[in-house]
């Protein structure tokens, strides 16, 4: 069973976000709760995945961001925006955040994206991820993606290819007939040679380089 905690200042989204992972069979949301109570909330209930309001009255979404990233079991935590030109965003990801949502996803894509985050994997809204690839990569790449992306060997670029899919290590090693040890060998790789600190940056990175473009809600 993932458990989940949904932090969001709007009571509708926090109890239509219950109701809708709840049905999902194998998601619990252990809490719902405004941003004030995350952090404690997180601490008592352990969750696996939080998912974050990055914008609310009470606390600042990215301060419970870094707080929640502290503690001594860390959750993964995804970002939740109302749209995609969001000014914090790239400071999110900068801070740890394992992808972004937008708060209207089709709610029949909510629960596969709370099993890829579960599983390692990236989660990127394509509205959010097209911010982030103008914002974050133009300012913080020393030379462009594909010269970036020329770094890596071909085994290399085909893991970061399913990297920036979404999939975990382990559904790599089955799709490429490798062990997890093996891909998150690769994947520590990948990163050092693209100087960068996270799964999500390298996605956003290989979209940069033309690699592929990162699917849609619905075609997850």
């Keep these: 069973m993932i458990r989940v905690l949904v932090v969001d200042d709007e009571a509708l989204i926090r109890t239509g976000f219950t109701h809708i992972l709840d049905a999902a ?19 008592e209930k352990q969750p696996d995945v939080v998912l974050l309001d990055i914008r609310m009255p009470d606390v600042d979404g990215l301060t419970v961001l870094a707080d929640l990233c502290g503690l001594p079991h ?54 959010v991820t097209r911010t982030v690839v103008d914002g974050f990569l133009d300012h913080e790449t020393s030379e462009p993606a594909s010269r970036a992306v020329a770094r890596l060997t071909d085994r290399e670029r085909a893991v970061l290819v399913l990297v920036a899919e979404g999939l975990s290590n382990g559904r790599i090693g089955a799709r490429m007939h490798l062990s997890a040890g093996t891909v998150k060998d690769h994947v520590s790789a990948i990163l050092t040679k693209l100087r960068v600190d996270s799964r999500v940056q390298a996605a956003l990175l290989a979209e940069r380089a033309g690699l592929l473009k990162l699917p849609r809600e619905g075609d997850r």
């Excluded at 935590?77 to 109302?82: G, R």
């Excluded at 209207?104 to 099993?115: F, G, I, K, S, W």
């Design 25 to 43: 069979g194998d998601i619990a949301v252990v809490a719902a709760v405004p941003g004030g109570l995350a952090v404690r909330t997180a601490e």
């Design 74 to 127: 860390p959750p993964v935590v995804a970002m939740l925006t109302t749209f995609g030109m969001d000014e914090y965003v790239s400071t999110a990801l900068r801070s740890g955040a394992a992808g972004f949502l937008l708060k209207d996803t089709d709610p029949e894509q909510l629960a596969p994206m709370v099993r890829t985050l579960a599983e390692g994997g990236v989660v990127l809204s394509p509205k």
